[in-house]
Nanobody, 121 residues
């Protein structure tokens, strides 16, 4: 069964850093775009960062210059390095991946279980 498993969340002080990781495992033919969303209490889900299979990235304006996403295609893993964290970064972070499970299959989106990031002021 295909799954995305996240790790790396936690509690950090303002200005601190955290690194999230998300590994896809199971029946995988190809992993296309991977990325990160977050949902803060009382707010809508927000796209944080995306990275294509070729390594092109895009970021939300609110995290540009502070967050960096990268991936290891051999491990089907995506990372989110978060620096200079602010209280407004507090949220549950979800990774996602667009995956083909076999040659003839359609590309579908899969989601991680979510990991809590809390930034104290």
């Amino acid at each position: 069964q295909l799954q995305l498993v996240e790790s790396g969340g936690g509690l950090v002080q303002t200005g601190g850093s955290l690194t999230l990781s998300c590994a896809a495992s199971g029946s995988i033919f190809r992993v296309n775009t991977m990325g990160w969303y977050r949902r803060a209490p009382g707010k809508q889900r927000e796209l944080v960062a995306v990275i294509t299979s070729g390594g092109d990235t895009n970021y939300a304006d609110s995290v540009k210059g502070r967050f960096t996403t990268s991936r290891d295609n051999a491990k089907n893993t995506v990372y989110l390095q978060m620096n200079s964290l602010k209280p407004e970064d507090t949220a549950v972070y979800y990774c996602y991946a667009a995956i083909k499970t076999r040659v003839a299959a359609l590309t579908q989106s899969y989601w991680g279980q979510g990991t809590q990031v809390t930034v104290s002021s």
